[in-house]
């Protein structure tokens, strides 16, 4: 079946610290590749998307991303992690333009002081 | 972008009895669909809301238990029938395909559902 995973249940990081939460894609053609993060008690909120162009794209709150289809990845990245990055992060992708997202598991992010 | 209304934002309901969940957009969009989180879980795809017409539903959904109405481009509800405590879940709505030019999915706040 079509998918994105997560590989990583949670992500221990310090504040200052450069992170990366991990995807992985298994879809045929060209997905559209999204990040969404969803802290405690809140709705998803939309960070990045990919669908063709550039392989590096840049997000909301200085989160960025690259595709790389190589080794089908698409990771999350931020070069320097704050304590209120703390949430849950989703990977999921879609065959296309108007359908639905399909998610990974997620994976929690915990940014320590 | 959209912003995304739900009500109720919560509810705790008895085994047996319904609950009907309304979104709102305060804007026209093409696509609406429901999801449902369960704890602790990922998001999982109930149905898409079409205007006009009969959801179209996933895999080991149906009609009978997530009934879904969408009467126009801003509005939709979603009525989760017969509750038993496996239906304790987050239920959100999301939308895309904004005739403002928006692509991307926008999410509601969620409708958190307990079943005693």
């Known amino acids: 079946a079509q998918s994105v995973a997560q590989p990583e249940d949670q992500v221990n990081v310090a504040e200052g610290n450069p992170l990366t939460v991990k995807c992985t894609y298994s879809?045929?053609?060209?997905?559209?590749l999204f990040w969404y993060v969803q802290y405690p008690n809140r709705g998803l909120q939309f960070l990045l998307k990919y669908i063709t162009g550039d392989n590096l794209v840049k997000g909301s709150y200085g989160f960025e991303a690259e595709f790389n289809k190589s080794q089908t990845s698409f990771h999350l990245k931020k070069p320097s992690a704050l304590v209120s990055d703390s949430a849950l992060y989703f990977c999921?992708?879609?065959?296309?333009?108007?359908?639905?997202?399909?998610f990974g598991k997620g994976t929690t992010l915990s940014v320590s002081s | 972008s959209a912003v995304i209304s739900q009500k109720p934002s919560r509810d705790i309901c008895q085994r047996g009895t319904s609950l009907t969940i309304q979104c709102q957009v305060d804007?026209?969009?093409?696509?609406m669909f429901w999801y449902r989180q369960q704890p602790g879980q990922s998001l999982t795809l109930i149905a898409t809301a079409n205007q006009g017409s009969e959801a179209t539903y996933e895999s080991g959904f149906v009609i009978d238990k997530f009934p879904i109405s969408r009467p126009n481009l801003t509005f939709s509800t979603l009525t989760v029938s017969n509750l038993s405590p496996e239906d304790s879940s987050i239920y959100l709505c999301s939308v895309s395909g904004g005739l403002a030019g928006f692509d991307e999915q926008f999410f509601g706040p969620g409708t958190r559902l307990t079943v005693l």
């Open positions: 804007s026209q969009v093409t696509m």
């Open positions: 879809v045929s053609g060209n997905p559209y």
């Open positions: 999921a992708w879609s065959p296309g333009w108007g359908t639905a997202l399909i």
